[in-house]
């Protein structure tokens, strides 16, 4: 055992959907990418299709992304974040999104609402954070599979869901 070993800080998990303690700091972040169905990205891809093909017959100008765009998915900001407990223990948590930087200052208590991940091997996620020294609720934002595809393409795909509908109802009532 080296001397490294002895000075080395033990980060543990914490297992109670609550934690309380003083904020320690933000570690580095980096992105994660949220994934998306392919299922339902295919339907609402192909009935958004509709309307864009009829905008191409009425020779009217759409922009449009590409499905392999689409199933990228949107990236988020995934911010490991330590706090300490009242016996010095720290603990990490992640925090999905963002938060302000005026937000929390080393010290503040802070009580912390966390939820497991699918993926045991990484840390609880943040849900909620109440900063106890400003008595001000936090909550980070991450994108999702809706704000990703956006109104215009949702939109698009309610539209062509409809002519379709128009088009099949036609058809059999003839």
């Keep these: 055992m080296d001397d490294l ?9 914490h297992v109670g959907p609550i934690i309380t303690g003083r904020f320690a700091g933000f570690r580095t972040s ?8 392919q299922p339902l990205l295919m339907a609402i891809f192909a009935a958004s299709g509709v309307i864009h093909l009829l905008g191409a017959i009425l020779r009217m100008k759409a922009g449009r992304r590409s499905f392999k765009e689409l199933k990228k998915g949107p990236e988020f900001l995934v911010t490991p974040v330590r706090l300490r407990d009242d016996l010095g223990q720290t603990y990490e948590v992640e925090m999905h999104g963002q938060l302000p930087q005026s937000a929390l200052h080393r010290g503040d208590l802070v009580q912390v ?14 849900v909620r954070l109440v900063n106890l020294t400003t008595m001000q609720p936090l909550t980070p934002r991450i994108p999702t599979m809706w704000s990703h595809l956006g109104p215009a393409l949702l939109l698009q795909a309610v539209l062509g869901l409809a002519v379709l509908a128009v088009v099949v109802l036609a058809l059999w009532l003839t």
């Design 5 to 13: 070993d002895l000075h080395r800080e033990q980060i543990l998990r």
């Design 113 to 126: 609402t966390t939820t497991p991940q699918k993926d045991p091997s990484l840390p609880v996620r943040l």
């Design 30 to 37: 980096y992105t994660r990418e949220v994934k998306i169905g």
